[in-house]
């Protein structure tokens, strides 16, 4: 759907879950991610701007590249690969995440997905995102 506020164009994403996923187009994004928990006050020593910040009851999390964790002494845990998945998906689509997921799932692979405006991004281990990739652009053809 497209849509006209203040002479300008907004276009909606998709929502029909074939289209979706025929289209989806997943890209490899260069760089080793990691997901940290810091405090407000440690975050506003940071001169670091996270690709994310979700503030939580226990701590703000931040995702950062694994470089800006390392020289500023942040701690994680493991390091992810981000996936994009290209499409402009509709918020509220329904069923494609678990789908992808499910497909995901099925092979032993963990995912974490942010949902933004126009994307959704799947961080995956980085030992398996060839084997993520590999079934995602499965899932464009057979579905």
Avoid at 53 to 72: M, Q
Wanted: charged share 20%.
């Amino acid at each position: 759907m497209t849509y006209l506020f203040k002479n300008v164009i907004f276009l909606t994403g998709i929502s029909d879950l074939n289209a979706l996923v025929k289209s989806m187009s997943p890209k490899l994004i260069d760089g080793d991610f990691v997901f940290c928990s810091v405090s407000e006050k440690r975050l506003s020593e940071l001169k670091i701007t996270p690709l994310l910040l979700f503030k939580e009851e226990e701590g703000i999390s931040i995702i950062v590249k694994k470089h800006t964790a390392d020289i500023n002494s942040l701690a994680y845990s493991r390091i992810w690969t981000l996936i994009t998945l290209t499409v402009h998906s509709d918020l509220s689509a329904v069923g494609f995440l678990a789908l992808v997921t499910d497909k995901l799932a099925k092979s032993g692979i963990s995912v974490n997905i942010i949902s933004a405006y126009y994307h959704d991004h799947l961080f995956v281990p980085k030992e398996q995102s060839g084997q993520a990739m590999s079934l995602l652009n499965d899932l464009t053809t057979t579905s």
